[in-house]
């Protein structure tokens, strides 16, 4: 089977690049397919993980510099590994909610600086960016493969599968500043809406609608900043009694 380039129609993705493929082997290895590196990569530490794993879950591991090349244009990309599309649901922990996201990297962003604060459930109001696109699975560094995501096709449809939730719009014109909002242990929902023009006023009869305050130097924040202090403020329960990061 010859691989080739992503399109979104295709029942597989790829990763690209060692850190990630490492990622996706330690927490979804039943769903690779099989493995590509350059003839050229033994050398990198990365790569004898890689082989590692790949011997123990029996998964094909193969030399091919042209269908690395082939897949990425980056010369330092040593490692391909070719995955089966799955589908998932959420848990009933805290979700993050993104109304129709458009940018691949902010996308791989979001879904890195989401488990950088434990929260690893992604819902997607549609239309939205396609998160088994590489260059979102590159943007995340393989955190795709550590959160739960799901799609829907409006917001009132993840409200009806998920219920009994403290919903929070994040909102130029929110009603409240966020650091009014004491977190605590209630499940909550943090929403989201697109880079270029946020959420509609429709937002603002769900829940607690709330606003980041920053100067008037800019008009607003990018949408994974905003969401960046937001999950920091929200988890701060949780890891305020850190002395040292590791």
């Known amino acids: 089977m010859k691989i080739k380039a992503y399109h979104k129609d295709f029942d597989y993705t790829y990763t690209l690049g060692v850190f990630e493929t490492i990622e996706l082997l330690e927490n979804k290895p039943d769903l690779v ?40 244009k980056k010369d330092n990309c040593f490692a391909v590994a070719i995955i089966k599309k799955y589908s998932m649901e959420l848990n009933n922990a805290n979700h993050v909610v993104l109304v129709n996201p458009g940018d691949m990297g902010n996308m791989g962003t979001i879904i890195r600086t989401m488990l950088g604060f434990n929260y690893t459930n992604l819902a997607i109001i549609r239309p939205g960016v396609d998160v088994f696109d590489p260059r979102v699975v590159r943007a995340s560094m393989g955190a795709l493969f550590n959160i739960n995501f799901e799609y829907f096709d409006s917001f009132s449809d993840y409200l009806k599968k998920y219920p009994h939730r403290i919903i929070y719009p994040l909102m130029l014109k929110g009603a409240k500043n ?68 590791r």
Request: charged share 25%.
């Open 33 to 72: 397919l099989r493995v590509y590196i350059k003839s050229n990569s033994y050398q990198n530490k990365g790569i004898k993980i890689i082989s590692e794993i790949c011997k123990n879950n029996k998964i094909d591991l193969i030399e091919s510099d042209n269908t690395i090349s082939r897949l990425s």
């Open 178 to 245: 966020i650091h009014l909002i004491e977190p605590d242990n209630s499940r909550h929902s943090l929403i989201f809406g697109n880079e270029s023009s946020g959420l509609s006023d429709d937002f603002l009869k769900y829940g607690q609608s709330i606003f980041i305050p920053h100067s008037d130097k800019i008009d607003s924040l990018n949408l994974s900043m905003a969401l960046g202090i937001a999950l920091c403020h929200f988890s701060k329960n949780e890891f305020i009694v850190k002395e040292v990061l």
